[in-house]
């Protein structure tokens, strides 16, 4: 089984910048992708971004473009989700989660299927 643990959220002004990280423990070798999910008070979750375990393509969603960068490090078998000039409107709780099938597509956030506990990502204005 795989398991998610992410950490790095907190609160910080409206420009400032927040690293996330998903430390990855369990049958890391049955992963295929990994995205980063975010749930806004009152909407759906959405993956703003995902990357191929293996390296590869990655994914995000047009509103982080320039400004959040998801990478990984197989060594420490971390994700990492760097944002940067964040705004009130990326207030929200970040998952981390995975997708143990090799799929065309990345983004799809049904494919998830082991997920870690969330970190709340609070933006100030």
């Known amino acids: 089984q795989v398991q998610l643990v992410e950490s790095g959220g907190g609160l910080v002004q409206a420009g400032g910048s927040l690293r996330l990280s998903c430390a990855v423990s369990?049958?890391?070798?049955?992963?295929?992708?990994m995205g980063w999910i975010r749930q806004a008070p009152g909407n759906e979750r959405e993956v703003v971004e995902a990357?191929?375990?293996?390296?590869?393509?990655?994914y995000y969603r047009d509103y982080v473009k320039g400004r959040f960068t998801i990478s990984r490090d197989n060594a420490k078998n971390t994700v990492y989700l760097q944002m940067n000039n964040l705004t009130p409107e990326d207030t929200a709780v970040y998952y981390c989660?995975?997708?143990?099938?090799?799929?065309?597509?990345?983004?799809?956030?049904?494919?998830?299927?082991?997920w870690g506990q969330g970190t709340q990502v609070t933006v100030s204005s």
């Open positions: 369990g049958r890391t070798v049955s992963i295929s992708s």
């Open positions: 990357i191929r375990w293996s390296g590869g393509n990655t």
């Open positions: 989660a995975a997708d143990r099938e090799f799929r065309l597509y990345i983004s799809i956030i049904r494919n998830y299927d082991i």
